[in-house]
């Protein structure tokens, strides 16, 4: 019970920081890395914070939907970044 009680606060602890750095951040590009970490960081405490069978699928969606996210930020970023150039 302990050991998961670590992995969550570390969990958590990435995720706070992870999510503190994207809004610090200036550069819009520099910030996609960190909201992933963050996303990784907050299904892994979704998964820890519940013990049961469908956290992990709740926590799976929510990875997914937040790849999808990420992704397309990145590609409306190429896009404009092509626009300008």
Do not use: D, W
């Amino acid at each position: 019970m302990l050991v998961t009680e670590l992995v969550l606060a570390v969990c958590a602890v990435i995720a706070v920081y992870a999510a503190l750095r994207a809004v610090f951040e200036k550069n819009t590009a520099r910030k996609l890395p960190f909201i992933t970490v963050m996303n990784f960081a907050v299904a892994g405490v979704i998964v820890l914070i519940l013990p049961h069978p469908l956290t992990l699928i709740a926590a799976a969606a929510y990875l997914v939907g937040a790849t999808l996210e990420a992704n397309a930020i990145a590609s409306a970023m190429e896009k404009l970044r092509g626009e300008q150039t």
